[in-house]
């Protein structure tokens, strides 16, 4: 259960395995790059716990790792929608959008969060070089589009991890669509000590 992670709510969050970046400073790299090393709860176990605390509740944020990769997202989403009539959160890096878009589409997601890493340029250091700059660019405009379209559906968040000056925090907030302000995240080192360092 979180109060930060959706502001002005009370929700409960979901930690889905895998992602197919590799940020340097990831904070979640167990669960983000070997998921089978951890325990799975399964989804009887989830559904019984949202059935418990579902009329104290006034969200559930689906994060990760990075949850656009998981079969059937949308689909699963309209499935814990219907069961627990409870507005939910996506917490996503933005490379998937066509999972985003669908996800809007069907009405299954109510908040889109969206991690802009850095300047396009940056992409290649800040995510262990698994998006290249004009990667970036393809996805976070497809994103930028969808905003638009969906306004009040989206935030855009950016962690100012080392390597990342006042300068490059500039160049994000000027990439974003007119109207929408980035939320900055300090950056704290990862517990389990796993953070390498950010390439020149
Ligand atoms: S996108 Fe997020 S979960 Fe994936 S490696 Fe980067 S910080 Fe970790």
Same mark, same amino acid.
């Given at each position: 259960m979180s109060l930060c992670d959706w502001p002005g709510r009370i929700s409960v969050v979901l930690f889905l395995g895998g992602c197919d970046l590799r940020c340097p400073t990831c904070h979640n790299s167990v669960l983000a790059w070997t998921p089978e090393q951890l325990p799975c709860v399964c989804p009887n176990d989830v559904h019984q716990y949202l059935e418990a605390?579902?009329?104290?509740?006034?969200?559930?944020?689906?994060?990760?790792?990075?949850?656009t990769l998981s079969n059937d997202l949308p689909g699963w989403l309209a499935? =814990?929608?219907?069961r627990f009539v409870l507005p939910v959160k996506l !917490?996503?890096? *933005?490379?998937?959008?066509?999972?985003?878009?669908?996800? =809007?589409r069907l009405g299954v997601v109510d908040m889109?969060?969206? !991690?802009?890493? *850095?300047p396009l340029d940056m992409y290649p250091a800040l995510t262990g070089n698994r998006v290249a700059p004009n990667q970036a660019s393809a996805c976070l405009d497809r994103i930028f589009d969808l905003a638009g379209e969906f306004p009040g559906r989206f935030m855009f968040r950016c962690t100012l991890v080392p390597r990342l000056e006042s300068t490059d925090v500039d160049q994000v907030r000027r990439m974003l669509p007119a109207g929408f302000s980035l939320i900055t995240q300090s950056f704290f080192e990862p517990r389990n000590g796993q953070k390498e360092e950010i390439p020149c």
């Amino acid at each position: 259960m979180s109060l930060c992670d959706w502001p002005g709510r009370i929700s409960v969050v979901l930690f889905l395995g895998g992602c197919d970046l590799r940020c340097p400073t990831c904070h979640n790299s167990v669960l983000a790059w070997t998921p089978e090393q951890l325990p799975c709860v399964c989804p009887n176990d989830v559904h019984q716990y949202l059935e418990a605390k579902a009329s104290w509740l006034d969200g559930l944020v689906i994060s990760g790792g990075e949850a656009t990769l998981s079969n059937d997202l949308p689909g699963w989403l309209a499935e =814990l929608r219907k069961r627990f009539v409870l507005p939910v959160k996506l !917490d996503t890096n *933005g490379m998937h959008p066509e999972v985003v878009e669908e996800s =809007l589409r069907l009405g299954v997601v109510d908040m889109v969060a969206v !991690d802009v890493k *850095g300047p396009l340029d940056m992409y290649p250091a800040l995510t262990g070089n698994r998006v290249a700059p004009n990667q970036a660019s393809a996805c976070l405009d497809r994103i930028f589009d969808l905003a638009g379209e969906f306004p009040g559906r989206f935030m855009f968040r950016c962690t100012l991890v080392p390597r990342l000056e006042s300068t490059d925090v500039d160049q994000v907030r000027r990439m974003l669509p007119a109207g929408f302000s980035l939320i900055t995240q300090s950056f704290f080192e990862p517990r389990n000590g796993q953070k390498e360092e950010i390439p020149c």
